[in-house]
C-alpha cells in the first residue's frame, strides 16, 4: 500500500514538474530546405536557434507554443507552393521602387556637373550619351529575360543564385543617373530649340523606370525564406498538427506529384491529454466460490469449503487515460476507468501506466481496483460446522472491497491532429 502512494506521488510531482515553465509564448518554426535532400534539411527553430532534426526524433513542439512553417531556397518563378490548399505568397510589397530612384538620384547629384560649352556641340553629345544609355538599357532587359528564364529552369536554387539580380540593379540605377544629369544639364539652359532632345531623354529616363520596375517585380519582391502565419495549439486535445508541402507546375498549373508525397507531423509536447482505452484486466477481487461437504462428526452438519478460484479474476473494461504529451514511444499515464467481471460485477480502477507507441498505442496499467464482491455471511466462516437446512445454502452477503488489478488496453481514441487549413479532424 506504501508503495502504491509512493509511486502516485512521485506520478503526480512529475506532471507538476513538466507544467512549471517559462509561460513566454513563443514560436517554434519548422524550417524546410528545399534545396537540401539531407537530414538538416528539416530543422526546429525558437527564439534560442535551430536544431536539426535527426532521423530518430519526430517533429515536435510544446504545446505552449505557436507553430510555424518556414521554406526555404525554394523557387517561385517556376512552381507554386501550397501547404494543404493554401498558397504560399512569396510576395513582399515594398518601397524597392522609390529606394532605387533614390540610388539613382544620388548618384547623379555625385557625378560632376559640366557646364554647356555650345549649343551644337552639347547637344550633339547629349544625344550621343542618351542613344548609348538607349542601348545599354537593351543590353540590361536582354540579360533580365535570360537570368529570369535560367532561374525558371532551377527546382530550386541558393541566395548565391540570386546575386546576379543585384548587378542587373546598380547597372540600371547607373543608367538612370546618367539620364538625370543630363536632363537636368539640358533644364538649366531652358532653349526651346532643346525640346526634341529633352522629349528624347525623358524617353530614355522613362525606359530606364520601366526596367528597374522590371527587376523589382521579377527579384525583389520575391522573398526565398517565406513563413505562414502562425496557428495556435495551446489548449487544445490533440496529438499532432498535419501539413502536406505541395508544389505545382507556374506554366500549367499541374501538381508535381513526386514532390513531399508524405504529409508532415509536428507532435505535440507537454499540457495534459486525455484519452480512452479498453482491453482486458486481471483483478484481485472477484466473487468467493463456496462449496459444502457433510460433517462426520455431526450428523446432518455441514462443512464450508471455500474453492480454490486462483489469485485473479478475469474482467473487461475502459479506463480514461490522463497524461503528458512527450517526444517518446513511450509515455507514463494516469488511469481511471470501470470493468465488468465474468459475474457481471462493477468494478471502478485507479491506477497509473505506460502508453506504448504513436500512431497505434497500447496501454500497460495497474492501480487499484474498487467494488462490491460475495463473501461468506458474518455469521459463518470457511471451515466451521453448520446445520444449513434442507436448502443446504450458505449464506452470503455482498461486501465493498479493495484490491488491485493488471490491465491491458488499446486505445480506441484516433490519434487527433489539427490541420493548417482544414482544423481539427480526427485521422
Known amino acids: 500500500m506504501k508503495t502504491t502512494l509512493f509511486i502516485y506521488f512521485l506520478f503526480f510531482g512529475f506532471i507538476g514538474y513538466s507544467q512549471d515553465e517559462d509561460s513566454r509564448i513563443v514560436t517554434k518554426i519548422i524550417e524546410i530546405d528545399l534545396s537540401d535532400p539531407n537530414l538538416n534539411s528539416i530543422k526546429m527553430c525558437n527564439d534560442v536557434g535551430c536544431t536539426p532534426v535527426r532521423k530518430k526524433n519526430w517533429l515536435s513542439a510544446k504545446c505552449s507554443e505557436m507553430i510555424a512553417v518556414k521554406l526555404l531556397n525554394a523557387n517561385p518563378f517556376k512552381y507554386i507552393y501550397k501547404i494543404d490548399t493554401q498558397n504560399i505568397s512569396f510576395y513582399d510589397e515594398g518601397a524597392e521602387m522609390r529606394k532605387s530612384v533614390d540610388n539613382a538620384s544620388e548618384k547623379a547629384a555625385k557625378v560632376e556637373k559640366e557646364g554647356l560649352h555650345g549649343d551644337t556641340i552639347v547637344i550633339r553629345e547629349v544625344e550621343a550619351d542618351n542613344f548609348r544609355i538607349n542601348n545599354i538599357l537593351d543590353h540590361i532587359n536582354g540579360e533580365i529575360r535570360n537570368f529570369s528564364t535560367t532561374l525558371q529552369q532551377k527546382n530550386t536554387f541558393v541566395e548565391a543564385d540570386y546575386l546576379k539580380r543585384q548587378e542587373l540593379r546598380s ?96 507532435w505535440i509536447r507537454k499540457g495534459l491529454k486525455i484519452d480512452v482505452s479498453a482491453g482486458l484486466f486481471f483483478t484481485s477481487l472477484y466473487d468467493s466460490e463456496l462449496s459444502t461437504k457433510d460433517d462426520p462428526a455431526i450428523a446432518g452438519n455441514k462443512i464450508i469449503t471455500l474453492k480454490n478460484g486462483g489469485d ?116
Open 312 to 427: 485473479y479474476d478475469l474482467a473487461f473494461g475502459s479506463t480514461i487515460n490522463t497524461y503528458v504529451r512527450m517526444n517518446s514511444w513511450i509515455v507514463p499515464t494516469l488511469n481511471f476507468g470501470a470493468v465488468i467481471t465474468q459475474n457481471e460485477k462493477l468494478q471502478v480502477l485507479l491506477g497509473v501506466g505506460a502508453i506504448l507507441g504513436k500512431q497505434e498505442r497500447i496501454i500497460f496499467s495497474t492501480g487499484f481496483s474498487m467494488g462490491k464482491v460475495t463473501r461468506i455471511a458474518d455469521s459463518y466462516q470457511v471451515g466451521g460446522s453448520y446445520n444449513l437446512g434442507n436448502s443446504g445454502d450458505v449464506a452470503t452477503q455482498n461486501q465493498f472491497k479493495f484490491g488491485h488489478f493488471f490491465g491491458i488496453t488499446y486505445n480506441l481514441t484516433k490519434v487527433k491532429k489539427i490541420s493548417l487549413d482544414k482544423g481539427i479532424e480526427q485521422q
Open 171 to 266: 547597372a540600371t540605377e547607373d543608367e538612370l543617373a546618367k539620364i538625370l544629369k543630363l536632363l537636368n544639364d539640358l533644364e538649366k539652359n531652358n532653349n526651346d530649340a532643346y525640346a526634341s532632345t529633352y522629349d528624347l531623354l525623358n524617353a530614355t529616363k522613362q525606359k530606364a523606370f520601366e526596367t528597374l520596375q522590371t527587376i523589382i517585380q521579377k527579384f525583389y519582391i520575391t522573398d526565398l525564406a517565406v513563413y505562414t502565419l502562425p496557428i495556435d495549439v495551446q489548449g487544445k486535445n490533440i496529438d499532432a498538427v498535419e501539413f502536406k508541402l505541395r508544389r505545382f507546375y507556374k506554366d500549367t498549373e499541374k501538381e508535381d506529384l513526386s514532390f513531399a508525397s508524405k504529409p508532415y507531423n509536428v
